[in-house]
């Protein structure tokens, strides 16, 4: 039975989580577009406070003041709840993933010690060990692939509710590409969750204090999972469900002012959410030199690396152009679950005997030739015949 200290710590814990996350997504947008301008040799927002840095302010009141329009024709009940839907996901899916080790808050006494004498100041009126993470689950991998797999919801309502067709096609879209790379996302985790032989965050930080980064063992496993990742927060080269050429914004083509800016808040936290995850399981989570003599390190380090995971996204976003949805969708189906497979069941093999990681990645090696070689007859027996329109 949680006692009240348990239960107001959590929501201390929760609503600084909270705090984090949508500070963080409004200088997202601001750190999006001033690492797009540098990659691009443009100058980004630069008028609003020093160095533009008030710029999320600007944006956030302008959206505040918009004109909020609901559709004559919409189901205005779940056109509102839509945007929320998209929220909630994404603020409670880190509430297993640990920010930093556990340190000691005490207030308010003084304890010196000096040539053999010791000196106390003050009185202390409580000393707690705080966890630097809202909760530790013993399924704390299940939990994530199952708020990461409701997000959907939020996006497909969004777009038919609107009683608009190209928010219907842009929802069509999102949940045909989230139900397809949550498979390869979901087949990702094992790799980790095998070497720790656990599927609590915390017990596959502390294998990696050991083993070093899991990276280096499931380098694949890490690819996998963060273009699958790309794909399910609907993130450029991957975001077909808001194809603007195409569909004119997608499924938040009738949204605006604030429910707009949930939406948009819901796919930065996501990218926050994602890169937390990923530094968790694959570098090490907020492991570091010295952390052990100094606690305080861990949070640098973890958020560190979560910053740089950000800035890959952003890169990778001005950089890469849209891929096309059939491309995007055999991407998703014909490469990536396939290797993942693959690599759940070498790691399975190699956990089990080197020698029947060997046999294991030699007969795939044999099947991968044969099915490399009937793609290429049936490739070449399809070039004489005359090429069918696509639709």
């Known amino acids: 039975m949680p006692t009240w200290d348990l239960i107001l710590e959590w929501v201390i814990k929760s609503v600084i989580s909270c705090l984090v996350l949508i500070t963080g997504f409004a200088y997202m947008t601001f750190a999006e577009r001033k690492v797009s301008a540098l990659l691009q040799t443009r100058l980004g927002p630069n008028r609003v406070g020093p160095w533009g840095l008030l710029q999320p302010l600007a944006d956030g009141l302008k959206l505040i003041f918009k004109e909020e329009l609901i559709p004559a024709g919409a189901d205005k009940f779940i056109f509102l709840l839509a945007p929320v839907a998209t929220v909630v996901p994404a603020l409670i899916i880190l509430g297993v993933v640990p920010w930093g080790p556990t340190v000691t808050f005490s207030c308010c006494a003084l304890h010196l010690a000096f040539g053999g004498q010791t000196l106390d100041i003050g009185v202390q009126y409580f000393s707690r060990a705080v966890p630097l993470g809202i909760t530790d689950l013993n399924v704390g991998l299940l939990y994530i692939v199952s708020v990461a797999s409701i997000a959907v919801y939020g996006v497909v309502l969004g777009g038919w509710s609107s009683n608009n067709k190209y928010a219907l096609l842009g929802g069509l879209r999102s949940s045909a590409q989230m139900v397809s790379y949550e498979l390869a996302l979901g087949l990702s985790l094992v790799g980790p969750m095998m070497l720790a032989g ?43 469900p808001e194809a603007e050429q195409e569909l004119t914004a997608g499924y938040h083509t009738e949204y ?25 399981l694959f570098l090490g989570g907020w492991r570091g030199p010295l952390v052990d003599d100094a606690p305080i390190l861990g949070l640098v380090y973890f958020w560190g690396k979560v910053a740089l995971s950000l800035y890959l996204m952003i890169w990778i976003r001005s950089t890469h152009p849209r891929l096309r949805y059939d491309r995007l969708m055999a991407l998703g189906w014909k490469v990536l679950l396939p290797l993942a497979l693959t690599n759940v069941m070498v790691t399975a093999a190699a956990l089990v005997d080197v020698t029947l990681m060997g046999w294991v990645i030699g007969v795939l090696a044999v099947l991968g030739v044969i099915g490399l070689a009937y793609y290429l007859s049936g490739a070449r027996a399809r070039a004489g015949q005359p090429r069918r329109a696509r639709i």
């Open 198 to 240: 656990s599927m609590s965050m915390n017990d596959i930080i502390a294998a990696q204090k050991d083993l070093g980064w899991f990276i280096l063992y499931q380098p694949v496993a890490a690819i996998i999972f963060y273009l699958a990742g790309l794909a399910e927060v609907n993130r450029a080269p991957f975001d077909m």
């Open 256 to 280: 605006s002012g604030m429910k707009f800016a949930l939406f948009f808040m819901g796919e930065y936290i996501k990218m926050i959410g994602l890169s937390a995850i990923f530094a968790t």
